[in-house]
Nanobody, 123 residues
Framework: QVQLVESGGGLVQAGGSLRLSCAAS????????MSWFRQAPGKEREFVAT????????RYADSVKGRFTISRDNAKNTLYLQMNSLKPEDTAVYFC????????????????WGKGTLVTVSS
């Protein structure tokens, strides 16, 4: 069982930056592909970014490409999402996700979910 705890969310002005972290409780973290998803009010959960077990392969949603960077530190069992040039439309609850199938870009390929952290971007 992999438990995931997100942190780093908050309120930021448009154009600002935040770094989200996701701490995993299980040493097998390094064997899972890791992803970030987000869910805005009234909308479905959507893919943001993913990487494989070493982040040698990464993939991003078109809406965040060039602004967000996913990374991981397997020694610390921690996943990160650096978010720059934030826009009001980035406002959402951000979820950390682990997949035993590798890098996951759809919700049905996620094995474990965190509880989420709220990011609010004001205009």
């Amino acid at each position: 069982q992999v438990q995931l705890v997100e942190s780093g969310g908050g309120l930021v002005q448009a154009g600002g930056s935040l770094r989200l972290s996701c701490a995993a409780s299980e040493r097998t973290f390094s064997n899972h592909g890791m992803s970030w998803f987000r869910q805005a009010p009234g909308k479905e959960r959507e893919f943001v970014a993913t990487c494989d077990w070493r982040c040698s392969v990464t993939r991003y949603a078109d809406s965040v490409k060039g602004r967000f960077t996913i990374s991981r530190d397997n020694a610390k069992n921690t996943l990160y999402l650096q978010m720059n040039s934030l826009k009001p439309e980035d406002t959402a609850v951000y979820f950390c996700a682990a997949s035993q199938f590798g890098a996951a870009i759809t919700v049905n390929t996620v094995t474990y979910w965190g509880k989420g952290t709220l990011v609010t971007v004001s205009s």
